[in-house]
């Protein structure tokens, strides 16, 4: 002990002299001396008082300091070449140093406290990488829906709830058993001893590999699945050469950091489930991909109702990247598949191991059915397509852009961190595929029988070909305001709905005591025309109202094409704010509006009055469906629902909960309109001139067999060459007890000039379509 102090004074006395010696060195060099240095009696003192000696001794430190460093730097890492056993023992100073160091460094980053915000950032790009699952009433799947606030092209992965054992058995055991969900047991001597391999899902030896440019690169389960969150379709080509695969590692080490905690909670359920949504599985290359979607289209089956060989050659498949419907060599993956659960299972559970064998043995490729060169399709081959998106195309058509509108509103409403994983349509698919095959084959019917209609389009036509048949859209909703059945050809932009633009004006002339039978004066207003029968430009003065064509009744101005009557009403009993109020509380645009303009009253009048409201076939039932709901029911109106309820997952507090889908209506009549019982029977008298026996325009469709009509309201517009442009219906039925609203609108292109026929009644052309909607609701 004694000797080893000695020793320790030595090396300091030593330490001492070395720096006085280099900082003498230092202060005597000429460029600190600056030609002025000590000289002659003085050049052998001490320059204790001269402020460059203790600059001197700084950089005397600061040299001792480096030349500590380079010799350790030096004894660790530079090759010694004197010997080649020396040579080797440097190589291996120089990788186990790095190990250590990737190791530890490794272990200090992981182990850090996660940032909320970055994982909240990752909890999005799950979000928005997770598509909705499409669910008919009885709660089959029959399409999906891409998250509407999705970034990239790629298509998303349907939710999962659980996830089948063997299927992660596979997939854990095939990735090297990377991921320990119970990460707070270890240690960095764990790391450092070998007794763990990975930490949070990462290997340890990943940053040393991932430095070698000949190694191949790992194919961690957290690396898969950050690849796929960031959607990085060829993670060898995410960086420049051989750095890809350093690319890919360190972006998976910052998603194992941030998430792997919350990822971790209740066993791992969450990261299984991650896996299982966000990985490159799927049934074809254009579909959308996952555990859940692939086994729909490849097995027809839920992934709890997979047996135990479907889910080892799912995994087996994920793990290949391969398209299950597309592979070339079926018997080759199933034996792969065969020989992986053989290695994990028949030590420890043979039976089993066994029974998978078997299935193996007996799974035979699906048949993949193209519907291609089938023009008229049966709904079961629709529902049975082996590809989801291709599925929701053909069995929903256009109805799945409302799916999508309502899925858009509902996720602009959420704070990002809520994930619509389920929608049950309102639509029973399967009967709206038949209703939509048996209208078109009765709207071909009747364009062979109506010999004298000039049809100028035709009717009927087939989806393949919407540009060569006319526009056409029929609409049913249900008393609870669910749309229950759906037909639409071609595209339909808003456009002028003929006489259906009276029904705003009859709604606020009843509510004002206005009765079916009062007065309105056909009088001239700045040479507008009018279609009162005799007096087409109207009449001076009012003073003589009951002079025939002076003056007509409530119910008669609304019949009218063009309503002098009912636009001399409006302009006196309604004012200025009446007036705008009305057409924002029945969601309408002038045309002024729409122009960019500043609208007025007086526009509001004109475009009521004359038939030349805008508007959609959606839009006029929604107005119809509010009215129905006032009229004939509760008078609680709700928006028209395109989905009944959503499943929707909270995935900050990991719930899961059902919504229903109640969204707001732009159309608001209820509290505003209608208020007294008086005011309601006049409209509800309004509503059924039309079906009045012998004078009723639409007096044919009583004969139709099983449906009862509570109120009616048609248009029509026309070109400039007084052909028939457009036919509209609304109306309100009772079949079987339950009430349903109407709207059909059968019409030529907005561009098309020659319109639908050269006369066309809309008793015949309504006929068709409502008959077919009774049958099927029948």
Request: net charge positive.
């Amino acid at each position: 002990m004694y000797l080893a102090v000695l020793k320790l004074f030595w090396l300091i006395r030593q330490g001492i002299d070395w720096i006085r010696i280099h900082a003498l060195r230092y202060f005597g060099h000429e460029i600190v001396q600056g030609g002025h240095g000590n000289r002659g009696a003085r050049a052998g003192k001490l320059p204790l008082s001269d402020w460059r000696y203790p600059l001197s001794v700084v950089l005397a430190l600061i040299e001792a300091l480096l030349r500590m460093v380079w010799q350790v730097v030096r004894w660790l890492f530079f090759l010694n070449t004197r010997s080649v056993p020396e040579f080797l023992l440097s190589v291996v100073k120089l990788v186990l140093v790095l190990s250590v160091l990737s190791v530890v460094g490794l272990y200090g980053y992981l182990s850090g406290e996660p940032d909320s915000e970055v994982l909240a950032e990752y909890q999005r790009l799950h979000q928005q990488h997770t598509a909705t699952t499409l669910l008919d009433q009885q709660g089959q799947l029959v399409g999906a829906m891409p998250n509407p606030q999705r970034q990239s092209q790629s298509l998303g992965g349907l939710f999962i709830e659980l996830v089948p054992p063997v299927y992660w058995d596979v997939l854990d055991e095939q990735t090297g058993r990377q991921v320990s969900f119970d990460y707070q047991e270890t240690s960095l001597w764990d790391l450092l001893f070998l007794r763990e391999t990975s930490y949070k899902g990462i290997a340890t030896a990943d940053i040393v590999a991932a430095f070698n440019p000949f190694a191949t690169g790992s194919n961690s389960l957290m690396k898969r699945l950050n690849n796929a969150l960031l959607s990085v379709e060829q993670p060898e080509s995410r960086c420049f050469s051989w750095f890809s695969d350093l690319c890919n590692t360190f972006s998976a080490i910052r998603l194992a950091k941030h998430t792997f905690p919350y990822l971790a909670q209740n066993n791992g359920s969450e990261f299984k489930r991650w896996v299982a949504i966000h990985n490159s599985l799927r049934g074809q290359a254009d579909d959308f991909n996952g555990l859940r979607a692939t086994a729909a289209t490849v097995f027809h089956k839920l992934p709890e109702q997979l047996s135990n060989a479907e889910q080892s050659l799912l995994a087996v498949a994920q793990l290949k990247q391969q398209a299950l419907l597309n592979v070339d060599n079926w018997e080759a993956l199933t034996s792969e598949a065969a020989a992986v659960t053989q290695s994990l299972y028949q030590r420890d559970q043979n039976a089993l191991a066994s029974e998978i064998k078997q299935g193996l043995a007996a799974l035979k490729q699906p048949r993949v059915t193209a519907l291609n060169d089938v023009s008229r399709p049966p709904p079961r081959a629709i529902l049975n397509l082996a590809n989801l998106r291709k599925r929701t195309a053909r069995a929903l058509g256009e109805f799945a852009d409302l799916v999508q509108q309502r899925l858009a509103a509902e996720y602009s409403r959420s704070d990002g961190l809520l994930l619509i994983s389920d929608a049950q349509i309102s639509l029973p698919v399967r009967d709206n595929l038949v209703f939509q095959q048996k209208l078109q084959d009765r709207l071909r019917a009747f364009a062979r029988g109506c010999r004298h209609c000039g049809l100028r389009q035709t009717l009927g036509a087939a989806a393949a070909k919407p540009e060569s048949g006319a526009t056409v859209q029929v609409l049913v909703a249900d008393q609870a305001g669910k749309l229950v059945r759906y037909y639409k050809q071609g595209q339909i932009k808003d456009r002028s709905v003929g006489q259906l633009s009276t029904i705003p004006a009859a709604v606020l002339l009843a509510s004002k005591g206005n009765s079916a039978d009062t007065r309105f004066c056909n009088q001239t207003y700045r040479n507008l025309p009018s279609s009162v029968k005799g007096f087409p430009r109207g009449v001076a003065n009012c003073d003589t109202p009951q002079q025939a064509g002076h003056s007509l009744s409530f119910a008669a101005s609304t019949q009218l094409r063009e309503s002098l009557p009912l636009f001399t009403a409006l302009r006196t009993q309604a004012t200025s704010g009446e007036l705008m109020k009305l057409y924002a509380d029945f969601a309408l645009k002038d045309l002024r509006t729409r122009q960019g303009k500043t609208t007025h009253a007086e526009q509001l009048v004109y475009e009521m009055s004359y038939g030349i409201v805008q508007s959609t076939p959606l839009q006029m039932l929604e107005i119809n469906y509010q009215l129905g709901e006032i009229l004939y029911g509760k008078g609680d109106p709700k928006a028209l629902q395109s989905t009944s309820q959503f499943l929707v997952s909270n995935i900050q507090q990991q719930r899961r909960y059902l919504e229903f889908s109640e969204a707001p209506s732009a159309v608001r009549l209820r509290g505003h309109y209608l208020r007294t019982q008086a005011s309601k029977d006049t409209l509800k008298q309004l509503l059924s001139l039309e079906m009045q026996a012998g004078t009723g325009r639409l007096r044919t469709l009583r004969n139709i067999k099983n449906i009862r009509f509570l109120s009616t309201k048609t248009g029509q517009t026309y070109t400039k060459q007084q052909a028939v442009r457009d036919q509209w219906l609304l109306a309100n039925v009772l079949i079987r007890g339950k009430r349903y609203s109407i709207s059909a609108f059968v019409g030529s292109a907005a561009d098309d000039p020659r319109g639908l026929a050269e006369q066309l009644s809309v008793a015949g052309m309504f006929y068709t379509i409502v008959s077919e909607i009774a049958d099927s609701l029948d």
